[in-house]
């Protein structure tokens, strides 16, 4: 299609009520959707002439830090999947050794091909418990990046000015502050919104500190003669505190290799506010589906029906069924009936003193990563020893072995020698 084509193209397909919901689906949790009249029109479209959108997700495998949070984006496209259309998992090996600016005030070190190669493998990984790897398009971008060469990146570059790469915050920040910029970031955005005119993309995921550069994408297709992709970007996920993003450095967050009775325990533990949210970016759920259950929970139904049917759908995801209804029956013989968890870790504790107080016997044991944390856990009655409440942040503990409890879910038996 022409470039003058695709501007002027004016049949107009019907919207029916399967595409409207269609439509409330992707939309949903979303944190920017643009255009959702040109989105509309590509699923109408694609409805009427049996065809699919092509919906593409590019990630950089950098170095791996998985979580639940990483995997919201990922949801989307599996619902998109399960609309019937082609997902496109992006790796961006080529872009990952340039080294991705977003977000940064420094230059971000490029990775060697060996990091690359690995990372990627984890990615690819991560992405299988939530869509069908199988059934995705499965793309490198080395594929066609490495193929432009000196004369086509010279030609890519002709396409966008550099005024309005320093439209970025990044970019702009660094530039006032007189910070250094180097060429090759200034390339990054090209490079990946070039991916989608080489996957003739229909609409690109990302989070949402990726809009610029998906924006980039989209121009640049119009620059190429093709449509212009949609655009759809998620939020970052609050984290088990309820307040910040989730993060490893907050300690707020469920790592996707974790047990499924830490999985279950950690999801049990958000508020009850932060569960529909977490419905809305975590859960494959219908919109119809949670919609009911939160209707029925403001009738009267009990919110921790809700949040046990979450927590098991997330387990499920990254462990299975089996291992699903497993982590419910022993978090309910653990919190209803009191009972000490069946596979909590041994430590053993030295006490050069002859003794060790009680907060410093807590971070040795690694139920708080400070004796500070420990201390307020103590103060807001969270810590047990042998199944007694401890209150004296003065407390003594001499050699011997003891079960000790900080909180619901961390647990410890130690030995204290």
Not at 28 to 47: P, V
Not at 224 to 239: A, K
Not at 306 to 316: D, F, N, S, Y
Request: include cysteine; aromatic fraction near 6%.
């Amino acid at each position: 299609m022409s470039v003058e084509s695709a501007r002027t193209e004016e049949k107009k397909y019907e919207v029916t009520p399967e595409i409207k919901e269609a439509m409330a689906t992707i939309a949903r949790g979303t944190d920017t959707l643009l255009i959702e009249s040109e989105l509309e029109q590509k699923l109408a479209r694609a409805k009427a002439t049996g065809t699919k959108l092509r919906c593409k997700l590019g990630l950089d495998p950098t170095a791996p830090d998985i979580h639940v949070g990483h995997t919201v984006v990922l949801n989307k496209l599996r619902q998109l999947q399960d609309l019937g259309h082609t997902v496109i998992f992006l790796i961006g090996d080529f872009t990952a050794a340039i080294g991705d600016p977003t977000g940064r005030n420094t230059t971000r070190p490029p990775l060697s091909p060996e990091q690359i190669k690995v990372n990627a493998e984890t990615y690819l990984e991560q992405a299988a418990h939530v869509i069908d790897i199988e059934k995705a398009e499965v793309r490198w971008n080395s594929e066609w990046c490495n193929q432009l060469g000196a004369t086509g990146l010279i030609q890519l570059a002709s396409r966008y000015t550099v005024a309005r790469l320093l439209e970025r915050d990044d970019f702009a920040k660094r530039f006032a502050e007189q910070l250094p910029i180097a060429v090759h970031e200034l390339i990054y955005p090209l490079m990946q919104g070039y991916d989608s005119v080489a996957l003739h993309a229909d609409l690109e995921l990302g989070g949402s500190d990726q809009r610029f550069n998906l924006l980039v994408g989209r121009e640049l297709q119009r620059q190429y003669g093709q449509e212009p992709q949609c655009i759809l970007t998620m939020p970052l996920l609050v984290g088990l505190d309820g307040v910040n993003k989730m993060s490893k450095s907050k300690h707020n967050y469920i790592g996707i290799t974790e047990s499924a009775d830490e999985m279950f325990g950690k999801v049990m533990s958000i508020s009850d506010t932060l569960m529909w949210d977490w419905y809305n970016l975590l859960s494959l759920k219908s919109n119809a589906a949670i919609a009911e259950l939160k209707s029925e929970c403001e009738n009267g139904r009990n919110p921790r029906d809700a949040k046990v049917l979450l927590a098991k759908e997330i387990v499920a995801r990254f462990h299975d069924d089996k291992a699903a209804d497993a982590a419910e029956a022993e978090f309910n013989n653990r919190f209803r009936a009191g009972a000490v968890p069946s596979d909590i870790p041994e430590v053993n504790v030295a006490a050069p003193d002859g003794e060790i107080g009680i907060a410093r016997l807590i971070k040795e044991a690694g139920l708080c990563p400070s004796t500070g944390e420990a201390n307020r856990n103590i103060d807001q009655g969270g810590v047990r020893l042998e199944g007694e409440r401890i209150s004296d942040r003065g407390l003594k503990v001499k050699p011997g072995t003891y079960t000790l409890q900080v909180g619901k879910r961390r647990w410890a038996k130690v030995t204290v020698g």
